[in-house]
């Protein structure tokens, strides 16, 4: 002993940082990343390593140069941005727009408001939008799946796309549809940005994380449920012209952006029924995007309007504190 | 067996009671002891003896400086050497009683036998009194004067007395030791506290880390045949020592903002305050002194000790061995609400119940990140407040928001601080915006009291 330290209590501390939780959802996402990689080939182990490269170089870069502050890159969060957007663009994608992709992930959206938890929208996602609106050739050219050491890919529309293409030309949806059968989309057989083709993988990456308890099931599981009822009714109504809620609950990158980027903790309200709330205005946004939009895929949409409204869900949704009405 | 817990937050910070093997054992007398004035809430009491004065063990050497205030006893016979400021756990300085030991000898009445007493007397106010003359405090951290505990106010009515031997604070061993050694005398004293409280049913609570503690105390009420009084076991959670969460869990009841337990009908007094009620109405014998788990990784030999008050930290340390060279911090009490010592020569009060020595390793405080929004603060506070609002409010000195936002409620636990990831030392500027809180609302009460009196006029 030569001084003693004299600070407040507590004088402990839980196991958790930011790090730990940031690495947890990085460990969450490693089924997928295999996943994707055995079934699109080396291609996509490119996609990866250019997404997270540029994600994790451009934040420490912007820490050192711009911000003239410690480098954050240590929490693992750019590693996940990374990881995200390569999960949601067709492996196909060329290295520079995956550049810019980053670089509106993490400098325009991520650090231009702070940093870490400073950011009103999914970095990832934003990232995304941005990719799909300026290039959406290179963004819905999507393949068919060749395998690690498959032969060559044929290009094709996404299942989502193939439907919304073919009811604007008049078929009926279980013309569309009959091609797919439900155990191909779980187990990652069909045309789709990387992280929509494996829901298995996804699905057991967010078990992970429950049972960590590094996020709670609510949000998640509120999408799915309003995907499900919204799409059973629609369905209901007009099986001709609406699809059905498995096709709906399987396709489209739905269970990637549930799992992973609805859940992100910066970006989703705190509280449990501010949760539940958020989940299902994100699974009915989906719905109307994919059954009346112009965009066969709603998703990334949905999050993103419902990310704007979170500030409103955690003044909303509060704890009832101890011993108040 | 139904285990209950309170209802909002709560933590798991591992129990670490590496010391519950450990028999309470008696710390030989120190050469000098030093006995604060100001050991309780309340008024400080009013020293009645002076320096050259010969004392005994459980005279009174001070006495209540108000209502809300206690007697003071010496805690060993000898000369009183000097009366005056000396610096505490904190280094701060405080009036107190120096005595110089002289052999071991006891004030006249006190039964210093261990038999055991189970007949109570019938006349509760002179219990009452007895409670407040032996000078008892709440020993599970507030120090309340138990005699006004014992006296609620007019219109309030008690329904249930609670027992508090849930002894969440990790490393902390002390109650439970008590309770294995010493839980006739326990049960007897809640035998008391229950007839004073008007024949009211009362519930023993403790935590499920403490099985052995639970059979015996069951078993000491089947053999001593008391009424009304039963175990309750508590699921493992930081903070269900709290007064307020102990009250949730056990009733279902949630005392208000403000308000004290009595408005809900409940009573709670720690088994070690229960074990003194019976020290003082059975055997006449103040509070002179109590138990302290000495404990620690890094400490060599874990302890729980008797120890007479005023007894310096320093001797107590230097009997098991010294301070260890990889000790970095010393908490007077557990980890997550105790206090860290500045001074080892800081003398121990009655409600010192533990000498916890950490490892820079263990205590060492990271640099804080950036918020990420997580909310477990807010999943951790069993106040059901939000911590990362209350800091951010804190921080702004936002004083009207801090207490719409009910800072004045934060009971100091320390679940949020324990829990964020990014490390940010939110219940340091939470106890800034909770002290701002209060003091805006006490202005405002004594504001809007002098302006009834000038009404009045």
Sequence with gaps: ?325 | MSKRTFSIGGVHPHDNKMSRECALEQLPLAPTVYISVAQHIGAPAVPVVAVGDKVKVGQVIAEPGGFVSTFIHSSVSGTVKSIGPRADLAGKPSSHIEIAVEGDEWAEGIDTTDTLVTEIPSDNKAIIEKIRRGGVVGLGGATVPTHVKLSPPPGSKCERVIINGCECEPYLTSDYRTLLEKGDKVVVGAAILRQVMGNVPCTIAIEENKPEAIAHIREVIARLGYQGIDVMVMKMMYPQGGEKQLIDAVMHRQVGSGALPISVGAVVQNVCTTLAVYDAVQKNKPIVDNSVTVTGACFPKQANLMVRVGTPLKYIVDYLGGVPESAAKVISGGPMMGRAVANLEAATVKGTGGLLFLTEAETRRQSAGNCIRCGKCADACPMGLEPFLLNKLSKAGDVEALEANAAHDCIECGCCMYSCPAHIPLLDNIRMGKGAALGAIRARAAAAKAAAEAAKK
Excluded at chain 1, 59 to 69: D, G, H, P, Q, R
Excluded at chain 1, 140 to 153: H, R, Y
Excluded at chain 1, 230 to 248: E, H, M, Q, V, Y
């Design chain 1, 1 to 325: 002993m030569s001084k003693l330290i004299v600070s407040p209590s507590p004088h402990i501390h839980s196991k958790d940082s930011t790090r730990s939780l940031m690495l947890d959802v990085v460990i969450a996402l490693i089924p997928a990343v295999i996943c994707s990689v055995v079934f699109y080939g080396w291609q996509e182990l490119l996609v990866l390593g250019v997404s997270v490269a540029s994600c994790v170089l451009l934040e420490w870069a912007i820490t050192k140069y711009m911000l003239k502050k410690p480098s954050t890159i240590g929490d693992f969060s750019a590693v996940i941005t990374g990881i995200l957007l390569a999960l949601n663009v067709p492996y196909t994608t060329p290295w520079w727009v995956i550049v810019i992709g980053s670089i509106v992930a993490i400098g325009v959206a991520k650090m231009t408001f702070g940093g870490l938890g400073q950011n009103i929208w999914n970095p990832a996602l934003v990232g995304r939008v941005f990719l799909l609106v300026s290039f959406p050739t290179y963004m819905t050219t999507w393949s068919q799946p060749q395998g690690l050491f498959g032969v060559d890919a044929i290009s094709g529309p996404t299942p989502l796309g193939t439907v919304q293409e073919g009811l604007m030309q008049g078929a009926t949806v279980q013309e569309l549809t009959s091609a797919y059968n439900y155990k191909d989309l779980l187990f990652a057989n069909l045309g789709g940005s990387a992280g929509e083709v494996c829901a298995l993988a996804l699905l057991a990456g967010f078990v992970y994380l429950c049972c960590r308890k590094v996020i709670k099931p609510w949000i998640t599981l509120s999408i799915f449920a309003t995907v499900a009822l919204t799409s059973l009714i629609f369905w209901g109504i007009d099986p001709a012209r609406f699809t059905d809620p498995a096709f709906n609950l399987l396709t489209g990158g739905l269970i990637l952006g549930a799992c992973f980027m609805a859940t992100d903790y910066v970006t989703s309200p705190m509280s449990v029924w501010g949760g539940v709330v958020f989940g299902v205005g994100i699974g009915f946004l989906t719905m109307m995007i994919r059954y009346f939009g112009s965009y066969p895929e709603g998703v990334s949409f949905a999050i993103l309007i419902m990310n704007s409204v979170v500030p409103l869900l955690n003044m909303w949704f509060k704890q009832k504190k101890f011993g108040r009405k």
